[in-house]
C-alpha cells in the first residue's frame, strides 16, 4: 500500500473554476504536510505547506488538512491555463523523511 | 529567495563510466537532499546530509555514494553507471528547522 496516494488524473477544469486535488496518507503521526506544483521537464516548486487541522490560504490557493480522516487537499481558485501542471503532495514522515505521492496531473482548459 | 542549483540540465553517460552529480545552495540550509524521480514511482530519496561531512542512506542508496566537504555542496556520485540508473535527478535542502524542502532545476540522466 502506497504511503501518500493522489489521483493521477488528469483532472480537467474549465479557466475560472475551482480546482480540488486530493491526498490521503498513511502514517498517523505525520504532522507537516507539502504540495508542490511540477510543470513537465521541470522540478517541483514548493506552494504551499500546512501543519494544523483546518484550512491555510495563500491568494489563489487554499490548503486543507484533516488529520483524523489523513487527508490533505489543495483547491486553486480561478483556475488558468498556467496551473496546468503536476500537483505533488508530501508529507514528512520523519526527522528527514519526506514521502511524496506520484502527483495529480491537472490541465485547465481556456 | 533560496536558490539551488544543479551542474548540469542534460548529461548523457555510457555504462560503467563514474558520474558526478553537483549541487550547490546558496541560503546557508543545513539539510541537503538527493532524490531521483521516474514515472509512475514518484520521488525516491537516495541520500541526505544534515551537516558538514554527515550522510544518512535514504531508501534506494545501492550504487550511489555521496560527499559533503562544505555546507553549500553536495555532491552525487555513480560509481559506475548503468542504464536503470537513467533518471531525472533533484536535489533539495532545507534549513534545520524547518521543514520546507527547495529543490534544484534537476538533472536528467541518461546512461547508454
Known amino acids: 500500500q502506497k504511503e501518500v496516494e493522489q489521483n493521477s488524473g488528469p483532472l480537467s477544469v474549465p479557466e475560472g473554476a475551482i480546482a480540488s486535488l486530493n491526498c490521503t496518507y498513511s502514517d498517523r503521526v505525520s504532522q507537516s504536510f507539502f504540495w508542490y506544483r511540477q510543470y513537465s521537464g521541470k522540478s517541483p516548486e514548493l506552494i504551499m505547506s500546512?501543519?494544523?487541522?483546518g484550512d491555510k490560504e495563500d491568494g489563489r490557493f487554499t490548503a486543507q488538512l484533516n488529520k483524523a480522516s489523513q487527508y490533505v487537499s489543495l483547491l486553486i481558485r480561478d483556475s488558468q491555463p498556467s496551473d496546468s501542471a503536476t500537483y505533488l503532495c508530501?508529507?514528512?514522515?520523519?526527522?528527514?523523511?519526506?514521502?511524496f505521492g506520484t502527483g495529480t496531473r491537472l490541465k485547465v482548459l481556456a | 529567495d533560496v536558490k539551488v542549483t544543479q551542474s548540469s540540465r542534460y548529461l548523457v553517460k555510457r555504462t560503467g563510466e563514474k558520474v558526478f552529480l553537483e549541487c550547490v545552495q546558496d541560503m546557508d540550509h543545513e539539510n541537503m537532499f538527493w532524490y531521483r524521480q521516474d514515472p509512475g514511482l514518484g520521488l525516491r530519496l537516495i541520500y541526505f546530509s544534515y551537516d558538514v561531512k554527515m550522510k544518512e542512506k535514504g531508501d534506494i542508496p545501492e550504487g550511489y555514494s555521496v560527499s559533503r566537504e562544505k555546507k553549500e555542496r553536495f555532491s552525487l556520485i555513480l560509481e559506475s553507471a548503468s542504464t536503470n540508473q537513467t533518471s531525472m535527478y533533484l536535489c533539495a535542502s532545507s534549513l534545520w528547522d524547518n521543514n520546507e524542502q527547495f529543490f534544484g532545476p534537476g538533472t536528467r540522466l541518461t546512461v547508454l
Open positions: 508530501a508529507v514528512k514522515a520523519g526527522t528527514y523523511k519526506y514521502i
Open positions: 500546512i501543519y494544523s487541522n
